[in-house]
């Protein structure tokens, strides 16, 4: 195990989060906040510890191997979070670590579940830090890594294979270097894009910016206590929420978009089953709070929706209106749509939707072979056959998420958190989606969970975002011999 080279990248994604830091300064002082201090202390503190570590651990040996990759991207974001607790603590916005490591995890991990009671007391450079966090973690640390420090080398391939979401890679360019500068180009024209059309429908900079980190990472975090909702705003709904759709989906797609092969996104397999599905929840769901919500027209119906169905199914969790008071039968809904998720490729979290079609398509092709037993129907994605191994993977995968669901579920309702609150919890946190139901609802936060319940979800936060395998891998024998 290289060990050197591990903490030496430790080292410079440290330093990276806290010059970060610094980004909301200008809004400090424009807003004449008194965080300024704090975050200079946090940013300065950071960055020594960064270079300390990156110069102590400094190699010219640069091989990383497939080991090294896994823990990199573990370590990596338990590092960024500890330190990204720095902000929280120095300017006593948060006065406990627990807390602190909470919201710094689900900021990195583009979760948005939030312990602050009252977001909108929150000094505008810590705030900004907090929508930062959601910035730099949607498209992933480690990524990010490979575009600024391009010493990895090939041997980054075997980060990007940690930290890439889903079974399947499209891989743009022949260097991951390359590849990673090309997604982080989508990335920034779409949150460009989208702080624009905030702009134009009234929002300040300020709070353009941070619900355009907060969309394109499908992060969640808002500068608002009551989310979208607060600004009541046809516009602003439909913007947040074509970019939300946006960014549910394979990056490697708007980039082939941009290139001017439009038509890719209809010869994806993934998308049309995302496409497919999501349109199918928010007809449901439009009819259902039609006829059970009171003083809603169709339009109204469709508006609410249409925002959260797409909020909750990119991962993102912004609400513009609180789903935890609609019909349980919409709520089903939205609880499931967090656990399918958007598309590989994407910012979005939870199972991934193709994941989600390769199972169903198997589970067809067993039911079919109960009637023709020496039939051979291959199961295909994008016209291609998809071998039986990441078929065993996709399912031991799904095994290890419900696994963990329950399990997650069990330990909060064993510390006294009530089943709903429990169970919605622990969906929403895996998935990186926010918000869940009942006490920990849109409207709501999870600031009255007891201590050890928080570093469950902590857990849960960490383990969805690196899919389960990257973490769980690093705890068995085989992983640590020679």
Known sequence: MNFKSIFSVLGLLVCFTGLAMLLGIPFSLYYGDTDIIPIILSSIISVISGLILWR?????????GIKEGFLIAFLGWLAISLFGTLPYLLSDTIVNFTDAFFETVSGFTTTGASILT??????????????????????????????IFPFLGIAGMQLFKAESSGPTKDKLTPRITETARLLWGVYILLTFSETLLLLLGGMSLFDALCHSFGTIATGGFSTKNSSIAFYNS???DFVVGIFMFLSAINFSLHYAALKGDVLNYFRNSEFKFYLLYVSIAITYVTVINFFTQNG????DAFRVSFFNVISA????????????????AAQFIIVLVMFIGGCAGSTTGAIKSVRVMILLRNTFKEAARILHPQAVVPIKFNK???DQDIISMISSFFMLYITTFFISS????????????????????????????NTVGPMANYAHLPI????????????GRLELFTIMVIFTKSFWKV
Do not use: Q
């Open 452 to 463: 050890f319940s928080k570093y469950v979800l902590c857990a849960d936060m960490l383990l």
């Open 410 to 437: 069990l330990l909060l309702i064993i510390d006294g958190v009530d089943l709903i609150s429990a169970m919605s919890g622990v969906v929403a946190c895996m998935g990186g989606v926010g918000p869940g139901l």
């Open 56 to 64: 102590i651990f400094r190699t010219d040996e640069k091989e990383l």
């Open 234 to 236: 046809t516009y602003i």
């Open 384 to 386: 291609r056959i998809v």
């Open 313 to 328: 199914s990119s991962c993102t969790g912004f609400a513009n209106s609180d789903f935890a008071l609609w019909a349980p």
């Open 118 to 147: 009252d977001v909108e007391k929150v000094p505008h450079g810590i705030l900004f830090w907090r929508s930062t966090t959601h910035w730099i973690g949607g498209m992933g640390i480690i990524v990010l890594s490979l575009a």
């Open 296 to 299: 809603y027209t169709l339009f």
